[in-house]
């Protein structure tokens, strides 16, 4: 059984419609990232499924669910990490959790958690001298310290320097090992790539592409090959690069010229990304 | 109860670890009262034959409950809320009545000992007659710090912003403290000021204050006072079950 279902969800603000049906699953185990620009809908997507939004349309399961009628007893089972954390500024990391923990029947062991996110040296530093960063991973480990089966992280590296977003990013590789379902949103492609096992891109309240990260490199814009003819710079663009390519090497062999300038390129997922999520019309 | 428990202790920690809190709701009211007492303390109060010393006890009581239960609490949980730490505790399987009833007790707890320690100094510093009725003077302040309490709830649904949460918050509470007579006696306000004094929950809570702590009145012989501050309590209550949020406002 998914982990989290989704169908046909729809989701209003007054007159504008934020989500328009969408529809994805999550299995239990998996690392699902959801890739969009800001307000594409994954933040009220996200809290949906958290039970903090009422949806307007559709059915949503989570753990079996609903997350507009659970309990309690499913928010021992699920863990959230908001876009904005919020921190008690006076409190160490150490009491910080010890405090979360206490919510929880089974929490998982502070010291545990505590070395997971990497915060083993500033234990019993106050919140408020820790840096962005070190904020930001005691917020993960609040949503870990219920040692709950689904997470949910929204956003969980926006404002990271590259060094922290490393760092953040094995922790929750760490995570997948541990076998925890994990719904991560993103803007950033590489964040998507490097740690979902599949992607679905979210543009203007629509799912306009779903798969693992490779296969939605094969869905989209054509290999870009190029080279000089005469000075001049030629580009073909293509969706058979190995046919495109045979016959102009084979060309150029017969009548013994050099393809100047030569050079084959598959798409990044960054330029995919951008055109699946490009404004329509454009 | 573990649940309720362990709140109640982290409420109590949170508290005082807030130097600032701390300072503004619990220590200030003692200063101020060591300071108006040194300053106007040996002054009769007309038409009494006390010292002004006592009326200021019965005053600064009341000055507490109002910046502890009622400020503190709403600046508080304004503040939470707007950082979103209150939405962080929804998602938890805490269950958010258990959530407030501890930060209500955790108040409470504060209130109780900054009585105490205005009640000890007044006693052995200022050398206040004190002829209380004292399961009348606990069951007074409780219903004090209660009914503040739920209107400083209350008081938290129509502020926006966790900056502008102070402001708004002193702007009511100290001209309430002014006008009730924390300071001195409302008898010396123009007729206009006492119409308004005459409305304000806090005037009944330091009248309830004289009576029982000075003149050896029962809560039940002082119960006319008694209701109001009740009444106004209920009505906190039902506007703070009615209108409290838990999310900050959407950006």
Redesign the interface.
């Known amino acids: 059984m998914p982990a989290i279902t989704v169908t046909d969800l729809h989701k209003s603000y007054g007159a504008y419609e934020a989500l328009r049906g969408i529809d994805f699953e999550i299995e239990t185990g998996e690392v699902f990232g959801l890739l969009g620009p800001n307000g594409a809908g994954k933040t009220s997507t996200v809290e949906i499924l958290?039970g903090?939004r009422r949806r307007d349309g559709g059915t949503v399961s989570v753990l079996g669910e609903d997350p507009e009628l659970a309990g309690?007893?499913w928010?021992?089972r699920?863990g959230?990490v908001?876009q904005?954390?919020?921190?008690?500024q006076?409190?160490t990391v150490l009491?910080s959790l010890e405090?979360?923990a206490?919510?929880?029947?089974r929490p998982g062991h502070v010291d545990d958690v505590i070395e997971l996110v990497g915060l083993a040296e500033k234990r019993d530093a106050r919140v408020r001298t820790l840096s962005g960063g070190q904020k930001r991973r005691l917020d993960l480990a609040?949503g870990l310290i219920?040692n709950p089966e689904v997470l949910f992280l929204d956003e969980p590296t926006t404002g990271f320097d590259p060094a922290a977003r490393r760092a953040a990013w094995n922790v929750i590789r760490s995570l997948r090992t541990l076998g925890k379902t994990i719904l991560l949103t993103t803007h950033y492609l590489d964040e998507a790539e490097q740690l979902s096992d599949r992607v679905a891109v979210l543009r203007e309240g629509t799912i306009v592409a779903i798969g693992r990260p490779a296969e939605l490199s094969g869905a989209a814009p054509a290999t870009e090959i190029r080279y000089q003819l005469n000075g001049e710079d030629v580009l073909v663009s293509t969706h058979e690069p190995t046919r495109v390519l045979h016959e102009l090497t084979s060309e150029a062999l017969a009548e013994g010229r050099e393809l100047e300038g030569l050079s084959v390129r598959r798409p990044t997922l960054e330029e995919i990304y951008l055109a699946l999520t490009e404004e329509r019309g454009e | 109860m573990k649940l309720f428990a362990h709140q109640l202790r982290s409420e109590q920690l949170l508290y005082w670890r807030s130097r600032e809190l701390a300072f503004f709701t619990f220590l200030f009211p003692v200063m101020l009262f060591v300071l108006l007492d040194s300053v106007y303390g040996d002054d009769v109060i007309k038409g009494e034959h006390v010292k002004a010393s006592a009326y200021l006890l019965a005053g600064m009581l009341g000055y507490g409950v109002a910046s502890t239960a009622f400020a503190g609490l709403a600046i508080v949980l304004v503040l939470r809320r707007e950082s979103g730490i209150l939405k962080r505790v929804r998602a938890t399987p805490l269950p958010p009545a258990t959530y407030l009833v501890a930060v209500i007790l955790s108040t409470v707890i504060v209130f109780a000992i900054e009585a105490a320690a205005l009640i000890i100094l007044a006693r052995l510093v200022f050398d206040v007659k004190l002829a209380t009725q004292w399961p009348s003077l606990v069951l007074a302040l409780l219903l004090g710090a209660l009914s503040f309490a739920a209107l400083g709830i209350a008081l938290t649904a129509p502020i926006r912003s966790g900056e502008g949460s102070s402001a708004v918050v002193n702007a009511i509470y100290l001209p309430m403290a002014f006008l009730s007579g924390s300071f001195v006696s409302p008898h010396e306000y123009p007729r206009f000021l006492e119409v308004i004094a005459e409305i304000l929950p806090l005037t009944y809570f330091i009248r309830l204050m004289r009576d029982v702590v000075l003149r050896n009145h029962t809560i039940w012989s002082s119960w006319e006072s008694a209701v109001v501050v009740a009444a106004w309590g209920v009505c906190g209550l039902v506007l703070a079950v009615r209108s409290f949020r838990w999310a900050p406002r959407e950006g």
């Not at chain 1, 904005?84 to 008690?88: E, R």
């Not at chain 1, 206490?102 to 029947?105: A, F, M």
């Open positions: 958290e903090y309690l007893d928010r021992q699920i959230v908001l904005s954390g919020a921190l008690y006076n409190l009491e405090l979360f206490g919510y929880y029947e609040l219920g």
